[in-house]
């Protein structure tokens, strides 16, 4: 169930906020629209700068760059936010409140206070829970059943601040990162832009997180993506799903690396062992250290995704065979 914490209706009548907008990836845009469909006035975005990417290397903006360019806002794309350039810059914005989400670098404190209200930030967990640069797959490889968003206002602290509203979301049983990510990018936009509102009403004071239940969510490198087939096969369930679809969870086969995308415990017991791949009626099977699971899809070195019953045609697993070996 929706539901927006703390936050009150804001009273009609009160100036719209002069805003910097801060966020880079896809899950960033859903806000930056929803904050130029509101009453706030975008002035300028702050992204993270363009990057080289793909086989030829094409330098390319961030998703946020690309929608600011279509409403024609001026992007400012500092290599640092503590740069002075750039500090000189958010002063003549003159702006009200710079929200963020999912920005990509820590601003410093030579800039948290430069907005009249400061920055506020939209975090998706559940603060204090999952503090950190991946709160969503986190939540989804610890086996949560309940996420969410807050807003909070940024200070010097990892996502430590005082939180003005949360809205909260189920994790289905299925869900993958980008799943979840996804809904939360939406339900949080709404998030956001009430709490604009509430600040630019002054009828919303943010209230300091509880000291307890406090856990991290450090970012996922590629290396904390394999698959490791000695967890129960339900633990490895939610951690591929936990890395779908970035970084991608991967094993080894054959001395190559092969990608997993989701796979699917099975409720009978097996006799197969740790990475042990069996090919029969069931589907492409692997062995875990408690029950097995099926391979939905795999994407081979080079290669494309494709049904696993495809790829085990053609790699043709001997009798005892196993991933990660």
Partial sequence: MEGHAGLGPARGGEPPLRLLFAGTPEAAVP?????????HEVVAVLTRPDARSGRGRKTSRSP??????????????????REPEFLAQLADLAVDCAPVVAYG????????????????NLHFSLLPAWRGAAPVQHALMAGDEVTGACTFRLEQGLDTGPVFGVVTEPIGPRDTAGDLLGRLAV??????VATLDGIAAGTLDPRPQPAEGVSLAPRIETA?????????SHVVDRRVRGVTPAPGAWTTWRGDRLRVGPVEPLPTASALEPGEVSVGPSGVVVGTGRGSVRLGEVQPA???MLPAADWARGARPAHGERFGT
């Fill in 224 to 232: 904390d993506a394999r698959v490791d087939w000695a967890l129960p």
């Fill in 64 to 81: 946020v760059a690309e929608r600011a360019d279509a409403a024609g806002l001026s992007v400012l794309q500092p290599r640092s936010p």
């Fill in 31 to 39: 806000s930056l629209e929803a904050l130029l469909a509101s009453d």
């Fill in 302 to 304: 080079g290669k494309r």
């Fill in 187 to 192: 339900s949080g936009a709404r998030l956001l």
């Fill in 105 to 120: 670098a820590l601003v410093p404190p030579a800039a948290l206070d430069l907005p009249v209200h400061g920055w506020v």
